[in-house]
């Protein structure tokens, strides 16, 4: 596969997803997500993945999230499939749809997801990072979550996620450092988190391959007259 990923912020990069694409000779391009004047052809790709970001995806009218938003759109109505992690699946669902929205507090903490469709997602855990949240686009089918509160959903070939299976342990390391300035604010518990990162850090590899492995197995098992759903045209890590 061709897949393009969209990377916002240079401390929130592709890690994991580039060692599966490796592993697997899937070609990705990495392009400046904040430079969408950059961004190639959408039919030049089989697949396309937007990652985090510490730029809110409510901020509709910063220009270059709008641009993303209208992307994801056009990319969705042409059936290419879309992979949407935190900030990504937020502004996937707002292309859909959907709304975003401050969270009541921040999550920042590495837990297992209870899916409904667990041969797609699995329970992890996973590394949950951010403090915004969305909603289930209309038409979408809830994976994980609540429909005000999603963790993972699907809509057509499009799958969005809340939480970051491409965050490896440096990704943790480096956001946990960003967030030292504001812990007190952020409520943020150092020694859980880097137990969790100890604990569950040297796994991550493994799940993230199997997750991503699984995703493209589900992209070719859609069946093509699904009808794609679309009836819409530094905060911290989303």
Aim: hydrophobic share 45%; glycine share 8%; proline share 8%.
């Amino acid at each position: 596969m061709r897949i393009l990923v969209l990377e916002h912020d240079s401390d929130a990069p592709a890690a994991l997803l580039v060692a599966w694409a490796d592993s697997r000779d899937h070609e990705l391009e990495v392009a400046a997500g904040r430079r969408p004047e950059s961004w190639p052809a959408i039919d030049d790709f089989d697949a396309i993945v937007s990652l985090g970001s510490e730029q809110s995806a409510m901020q509709s009218d910063v220009p270059w999230v709008a641009r993303e938003i209208e992307f994801l759109a056009r990319a969705h109505d042409r059936r290419v499939p879309i992979l949407g992690i935190c900030f990504g699946g937020q502004v996937l669902a707002k292309a859909l749809g959907g709304s975003v929205s401050r969270a009541p507090s921040r999550e920042m903490t590495w837990r297992p997801v209870a899916s409904a469709q667990p041969e797609l997602i699995t329970e992890g855990p996973w590394l949950f990072w951010h403090e915004d949240l969305f909603t289930l686009p209309p038409g979408a089918r809830l994976l994980a979550g609540t429909p005000a509160e999603t963790v993972a959903f699907t809509s057509g070939v499009s799958i969005g996620l809340q939480f970051h299976p491409e965050a490896d342990t440096g990704c943790a390391e480096v956001w946990l450092e960003l967030a030292r300035p504001n812990w007190a604010s952020y409520g943020v518990d150092e020694r859980r988190l880097l137990d969790e990162i100890e604990r569950y850090g040297p796994g991550a590899g493994e799940r993230a391959l199997d997750l991503f492995d699984r995703l493209v197995r589900w992209w070719a098992a859609v069946p093509t007259g699904e009808p794609a759903v679309r009836l819409a045209g530094r905060p911290g890590l989303g």
